[in-house]
């Protein structure tokens, strides 16, 4: 008879590590974008601004919460997408304030709808993105 190994507790993910790599990431696409203050603030989910300024000047946090995470998630699934269907990094980061006729965008630009300020403005966002790349 085969035995089975004993299954070993899977460590936990330290969370420091996940919330500095999120920070990290969301400024660096936030250069990238060129985006303001107030921008970064409402795609973040509108943090209090003591912990929004300091999570900016030391790019570090103990943790973030599911709903910051998962922004930040969709944003650089965003930019992924972005940069695999344009022809250049420049154009990637300049179709987020172009006009946009596709229906989810009625004529505003993606930037627009994502600082709607809900996680559903950049998860629908991210899915017109996945389906022009046929995912």
């Keep these: ?18 919330a500095n790599t999120a920070l990290q990431a969301f400024f660096t696409l936030s250069e990238h974008w060129q985006l303001s203050t107030r921008e970064e603030q409402n795609l973040l989910g509108s943090p209090a601004k003591s912990t929004f300024f300091k999570w900016k000047s030391e790019k570090t946090a103990t943790r973030l919460s599911r709903d910051t995470l998962e922004r930040v998630s969709y944003l650089l699934g965003i930019y992924k997408a972005l940069n695999i269907l344009l022809p250049t990094a420049k154009a990637a980061d300049e179709w987020l304030r172009k006009p946009n006729t596709a229906p989810l965008f009625n004529g505003q630009s993606a ?7 809900s996680l559903i403005d950049l998860a629908d966002v991210r899915r017109y993105l996945d389906a022009q790349r046929g995912m």
Excluded: F, T, V, Y
């Design 1 to 18: 008879m085969k035995q089975h190994p004993i299954s070993q507790p899977q460590p936990q993910p330290d969370a420091s590590l996940i």
């Design 111 to 117: 930037i627009d709808r994502m600082l709607a300020g």
